[in-house]
């Protein structure tokens, strides 16, 4: 099993930066990709960002491409989300996911955070 704890949301103003992690724990030595989706009330969960575990590939939602990047640490088994130029759609609750197999836009992780809210105001 494996567990993953989000942090680092908030409340910023429009064209600004928020970085959020997500830290691993358990049986991370299986983990082969990890991603980042965000939802808001009454819409679909959206996929955001993901990358390859152990050679850092990375892909990005159009909607976030230029303004977003993921990156992870192998050592602390923390992913990033650095997140700049940020707008009032970019407001959601983000959730960090892992697979031991997936490396998708889709939604077939085997494990997700429990979320961090990002509010962007303008």
């Known amino acids: 099993q494996v567990q993953l704890v989000e942090s680092g949301g908030g409340l910023v103003q429009a064209g600004g930066s928020l970085r959020l992690s997500c830290a691993a724990s358990g049986r991370t030595f299986s983990m082969y990709a990890m991603a980042w989706f965000r939802q808001t009330p009454g819409k679909e969960r959206e996929f955001v960002s993901n990358?390859?575990?152990?050679?850092?590939?990375?892909t990005y939602a159009d909607s976030v491409k230029g303004r977003f990047t993921i990156s992870r640490d192998n050592v602390k088994n923390t992913v990033y989300l650095q997140m700049n130029s940020l707008k009032p759609e970019d407001t959601a609750v983000y959730y960090c996911?892992?697979?031991?197999?997936?490396?998708?836009?889709?939604?077939?992780?085997?494990?997700w955070g429990q979320g961090t809210q990002v509010t962007v105001s303008s």
């Open positions: 990358i390859h575990w152990s050679s850092g590939s990375t």
């Open positions: 996911a892992g697979s031991i197999w997936y490396y998708g836009a889709g939604s077939s992780y085997d494990y």
